[in-house]
């Protein structure tokens, strides 16, 4: 047969050496992707001490993506230097606090009071049960939070995001240095429950972390 069709044979093994040819080159790329996940494994486990952080993250930077309101630069109910943050956690739920850059701090002796009766109601003496978030009243992003004094002024806290008021840090009321010691931390003053939906819109108003930290050095 090979001698009445020549030329059949000759295609016969071209098509052979061209699979094993396709073989080889599928050995190779799977070694390849072997090589390349088991580098990636190492790096994991063997990071470069060069491209390590000088101090490891802190359980803010680790647990939130933190979002910032500057006074009037976005959001028209603010007033000028009234910078907030907004540091929202996986789970959806956002800490509301004041941002450094707080005229508030700038103050003599920063933040000596804290109010939560503001609006109609005392916000401190809102008590939110159960998993469905009983009793949770929703708020406006303009809605006021609490008012915080200084010696000289006082400055309206407002929620910021769209939401569910889930709790206030009561701890201010015995405890207004916790702004001005740690005020991302021990001295957050709320924390709100916005829908996905809310969320989605109110996050076009807000800067990032880069974008604040920029904008406040110039």
């Given at each position: 047969?090979?001698?009445?069709?020549p030329?059949a044979s000759?295609?016969?093994k071209?098509?052979?050496k061209?699979?094993?040819?396709?073989e080889?080159?599928v050995?190779?790329?799977e070694?390849?992707?072997e090589?390349?996940?088991?580098d990636?494994?190492?790096?994991l486990?063997?990071p470069n001490?060069?491209?390590?952080p000088?101090?490891?993250?802190?359980?803010?930077?680790?647990n939130?993506?933190?979002?910032?309101?500057?006074?009037?630069?976005?959001?028209?109910?603010?007033?000028?230097?009234?910078?907030?943050?907004v540091?929202?956690?996986?789970?959806g739920?956002c800490?509301?606090?004041?941002?450094p850059?707080?005229?508030?701090?700038?103050?003599?002796?920063?933040v000596?009071?804290v109010?939560?009766?503001v609006?109609?109601?005392?916000r401190?003496?809102?008590k939110v049960?159960?998993k469905?978030k009983?009793?949770?009243?929703?708020?406006?992003?303009?809605?006021?939070l609490?008012?915080?004094n200084?010696?000289?002024?006082?400055?309206i806290?407002?929620?910021?995001?769209?939401?569910?008021?889930?709790e206030?840090?009561d701890r201010?009321?015995?405890?207004p240095?916790l702004l001005?010691?740690?005020?991302?931390?021990?001295?957050?003053?709320a924390i709100?429950m916005?829908?996905?939906?809310?969320?989605?819109k109110?996050k076009?108003s807000?800067?990032?972390l880069?974008?604040?930290?920029?904008?406040r050095k110039?």
């Open positions: 047969m090979e001698a009445d069709h030329q000759v295609e016969a071209s098509i052979g061209r699979l094993e040819f396709v080889l080159a050995v190779n790329q070694g390849d992707k090589a390349t996940e088991e990636e494994l190492q790096r486990l063997k001490v060069d491209e390590l000088v101090e490891p993250p802190s359980s803010v930077e680790f939130f993506v933190r979002y910032f309101a500057p006074g009037l630069s976005l959001a028209d109910f603010m007033k000028e230097g009234h910078d907030q943050y540091y929202r956690h996986a789970n739920l800490v509301i606090g004041l941002a850059s707080h005229v508030a701090f700038k103050d003599d002796g920063g000596t009071e109010d939560f009766n609006g109609k109601s005392d401190s003496s809102m049960t159960g469905r009983r009793n949770a009243q929703h708020f406006e992003s303009n809605s006021a609490c008012k915080v200084t010696k000289d002024a006082s400055y806290v407002r929620c910021c995001v769209k939401g569910s008021l889930l206030v840090n201010l009321i015995k405890q240095g001005n010691s740690s005020a991302d931390r021990d001295g957050y003053v709100v916005p829908k996905p939906a809310d969320w989605l109110i076009s807000l800067i990032s880069d974008d604040y930290t920029k904008s110039t």
